[in-house]
């Protein structure tokens, strides 16, 4: 049996999946403690000792906390070693203004202060030539000042370092020799691409990170290793593969966007299982809501990222925070999730988030004095119950009464119409959040399917799909814990990528394939470490491609091996994939080729979802619960509640109505239809 852990904002999720059945064997849902995350992770797997776990497998949002200040998560201090003369480019960075017309714009703090960086007098240039050798007696004096200092992590970020490491390497070297205590990150191991700046702020925040991580994983791997004695701990990684929590250690930054990555996974599983080849995956829970796009049962990615920054309705705002470069699942994110504040702003007027209530206190339903939220919202107009987590939760609706009171008084509007108003707020926030990964990347989203999950998805997954034409919206099952199920249906995964900077005519087929082949050994190396058999591992090849001189790059497939056809096909996928994205090609200008850039995958056995019982099209009758006054934004209707766990294959339920279960209700607007499907989702489609 397998446990996935996804530690979320407000809730904890825990799912325990039998592979050999393909059933889950049970769920916990549980309220996160920020300022401590493992301690409701331990509090479950504590409850769950006596089961025979074999591997527990971990998304967590740690890195990106301490990134923003949480509070318990202070930054350790970081030295910078880099070339004479560039001690400062994480400080000039880019020309990049988030607020273009702002005279009083301050740029993100440098993470490295001016006196924590060290120039050592050596150069390299862009082929890898050694211009000026590297002194060690020089490195060695560097050292030894970090030391006296007592810093314990250390970046090193040399120029044209990606070309050749040979002078990283000696620096490497002579800090594992004077000071063994040190963590060490090279810029020629964590980002070994070109663009000095980008390449300098990913090695630092690397960095930054390598102690945090370091110390919340042995805390963890110590409790689950004491727990569970012979269980493998894994944890899942920004690009949606999983790696040992030795990999993560070495490589923190792999893991900033590690929990929504997991639902984006998770909804590339179920479309193939269901043949849906394109779906857009939204997570809506109790503190952010995401939306990522799966095509031919594959997520898009990104190698573009700011951590630490700030974002517009989901667009991460260039220049606002810090540069990593690594493979990303390709995601937008927004305040608005079941526990965004509803608040009236100075003039009167009525805003939602992105202040969220969190866990504690929570929306004021919870009974632990909170503010109005968008799940107090969901009780008055009659879409959430009276117990949520199965009825493990009590809400009280006359809490959110109270806290709806205070903001009519203000506003001078009915709670009714306060209520209806921040739901179609916080719907049109979360509508652009889904453009921005459709529309925004030259895709239609009238032509995909929207799988919707989290605790809150399914109450506003119709309505979403209903402002940008999208006519079949699918609820997998158990939705509030699905980003857990993500996780134990993804493969171990390792991104290797090395600089190649050549015009795509000019490039010799045999030196790539080399390239190619250089960067699967490693891949090959380190999954035969992590116990995979060669039958259990895979490799793909990809290149970075661009125009020339053009600023950025796309992601193309390569077929192996290299040959003069193959480097003539990738041209050709380059003009297709720039022509969907950028809506232009220049078939006459030159393509180079950046990257040459490898994902070694160590599979493993996939869970099954049972095929749930038959029934016919009308559902029993006790899977109806009761009745509820539920409020829609033109209509007050009496609908029927369904429980889930009573519906049957090919039952179909037509809207106005209520499905409720233990980690999420659905919501069914009028003109709506609900069908069960086989493995028990629900599909609900434009009647």
């Given at each position: 049996m397998r446990v996935g852990i996804d530690i979320g904002g407000t809730f904890t999720?825990?799912?325990?999946?039998?592979?050999?059945?393909?059933?889950?064997?049970?769920?916990?849902?549980?309220?996160?403690?920020?300022?401590?995350?493992?301690?409701?992770?331990?509090?479950?797997?504590?409850?769950?000792?006596?089961?025979?776990?074999?591997?527990?497998?971990?998304?967590?949002?740690?890195?990106?906390?301490?990134?923003?200040?949480?509070?318990g998560l202070e930054l350790p201090r970081v030295a910078l070693i880099t070339t004479k003369g560039f001690r400062d480019i994480i400080e000039i960075g880019r020309q990049k203004r988030p607020t273009l017309y702002d005279l009083f714009f301050d740029k993100p703090k440098p993470l490295v202060p001016r006196n924590l960086r060290f120039e050592v007098n050596e150069r390299i240039n862009y082929r890898g030539e050694i211009l000026k050798p590297l002194n060690p007696n020089e490195v060695r004096e560097i050292v030894?000042?970090?030391?006296?200092?007592?810093?314990?992590?250390?970046?090193?970020?040399?120029?044209?370092?990606?070309?050749?490491?040979?002078?990283?390497?000696?620096?490497?070297?002579?800090?594992?020799?004077?000071?063994?205590?040190?963590?060490?990150?090279?810029?020629?191991?964590?980002?070994?691409?070109?663009?000095?700046y980008e390449r300098t702020s990913t090695t630092v925040i690397n960095a930054i990170l390598m102690p945090i991580i370091s110390n919340y994983l042995s805390k963890l791997s110590k409790t689950i290793k004491d727990i569970f004695r012979t269980a493998t701990f894994l944890i899942m990684q920004s690009s949606g593969?999983?790696?040992?929590?030795?990999?993560v250690c070495k490589l923190p930054i792999s893991i900033i966007e590690s929990g929504p990555s997991a639902g984006v996974i998770a909804t590339a599983w179920l479309?193939?299982?269901?043949?849906?080849?394109?779906?857009?995956?939204?997570?809506?829970?109790?503190?952010?809501?995401?939306?990522?796009?799966?095509?031919?049962?594959?997520?898009?990615?990104?190698?573009?990222?700011?951590?630490?920054?700030?974002?517009?309705?989901?667009?991460i705002i260039k220049g606002s925070g810090y540069p990593v470069r690594f493979s990303f699942i390709d995601l937008s994110e927004v305040s608005a999730g079941g526990g965004t504040i509803i608040w009236i702003d100075e003039g009167g007027a009525l805003r939602v988030g992105p202040i969220g209530a969190g866990a504690d206190p929570g929306p004021a339903c919870y009974g632990k004095k909170g503010p109005a939220t968008i799940t107090d919202a969901n009780v008055l107009l009659g879409?959430?119950?009276?117990?949520?987590?199965?009825?493990?939760?009590?809400?009280?609706?006359?809490?959110?009464?109270?806290?709806?009171?205070?903001?009519?008084?203000?506003?001078?509007?009915?709670?009714?119409?306060?209520?209806?108003?921040?739901?179609?707020?916080?719907?049109?926030?979360?509508?652009?959040?889904?453009?921005?990964?459709?529309?925004?990347?030259?895709?239609?989203?009238?032509?995909?399917?929207?799988?919707?999950?989290?605790?809150?998805?399914?109450?506003?997954?119709?309505?979403?799909?209903?402002?940008?034409?999208?006519?079949?919206?699918?609820?997998?099952?158990?939705?509030?814990?699905?980003?857990?199920?993500?996780?134990?249906?993804t493969d171990v995964k390792h991104v290797f990528v090395k600089s190649v900077r050549n015009l795509l005519d000019d490039i010799d087929p045999n030196e790539l394939e080399n390239i190619f082949l250089t960067l699967e050994n490693k891949g090959f190396h380190i999954l035969k470490k992590e116990g995979f058999s060669s039958d259990?591992?895979?490799?793909?090849?990809?290149?970075?491609?661009?125009?020339?001189?053009?600023?950025?790059?796309?992601?193309i497939p390569v077929v192996s091996p290299i040959t003069e056809v193959e480097l003539r096909n990738i041209a050709q996928r380059f003009h297709e994939k720039h022509k969907s994205t950028?809506?232009?090609?220049?078939?006459?200008?030159?393509?180079?080729i950046v990257n040459a850039r490898v994902e070694a995958y160590g599979l493993l056995p996939k869970p099954k979802l049972?095929?749930?019982?038959?029934?016919?099209?009308?559902?029993?009758?006790?899977?109806?619960?009761?009745?509820?006054?539920?409020?829609?934004?033109?209509?007050?209707?009496?609908?029927?509640?369904?429980?889930?766990?009573?519906l049957l294959a090919y039952n179909e339920i037509e809207g106005p109505a209520i499905i409720e279960e233990y980690s999420a209700t659905i919501v069914i607007p009028q003109n709506w239809i609900a069908k069960v499907d086989e493995y028990g989702s629900i599909i609900l489609e434009v009647m």
């Open positions: 999720d825990v799912i325990i999946f039998d592979t050999e059945t393909g059933r889950i064997i049970t769920t916990y849902k549980t309220l996160s403690t920020p300022k401590n995350p493992e301690k409701a992770v331990i509090s479950i797997l504590s409850k769950i000792r006596q089961m025979k776990i074999n591997m527990v497998i971990h998304a967590t949002t740690i890195a990106t906390n301490a990134l923003l200040g949480q509070i030894q000042k970090i030391k006296q200092q007592k810093i314990i992590s250390i970046a090193v970020s040399l120029l044209h370092s990606y070309a050749n490491p040979k002078h990283e390497q000696i620096i490497g070297k002579i800090i594992r020799e004077m000071y063994p205590k040190a963590m060490i990150s090279l810029s020629s191991e964590v980002c070994p691409e070109h663009r000095e593969g999983l790696s040992s929590a030795e990999e479309s193939k299982l269901l043949g849906i080849n394109k779906a857009i995956s939204f997570d809506m829970g109790g503190t952010t809501a995401k939306a990522g796009t799966v095509i031919n049962f594959s997520p898009l990615f990104t190698t573009e990222y700011e951590v630490g920054g700030k974002a517009h309705f989901g667009r879409r959430l119950g009276e117990y949520l987590l199965g009825g493990e939760m009590k809400i009280y609706p006359e809490l959110s009464q109270q806290e709806f009171k205070k903001l009519a008084n203000e506003i001078g509007m009915d709670i009714i119409d306060i209520a209806l108003g921040a739901i179609k707020i916080v719907n049109t926030i979360m509508a652009r959040c889904l453009r921005l990964v459709t529309i925004e990347r030259g895709l239609d989203p009238r032509e995909f399917s929207l799988v919707a999950f989290g605790g809150a998805g399914p109450m506003h997954a119709c309505f979403l799909a209903k402002e940008l034409g999208i006519r079949r919206v699918i609820i997998p099952p158990v939705p509030g814990l699905f980003s857990a199920l993500g996780l134990l249906v259990k591992i895979i490799m793909k090849r990809f290149v970075d491609v661009r125009y020339w001189l053009q600023g950025y790059e796309l992601i950028y809506g232009f090609i220049m078939e006459d200008e030159p393509i180079e049972v095929k749930i019982k038959q029934g016919k099209r009308e559902p029993k009758q006790d899977a109806i619960v009761g009745n509820r006054k539920v409020i829609f934004e033109d209509c007050e209707e009496e609908v029927k509640i369904f429980k889930r766990e009573k």
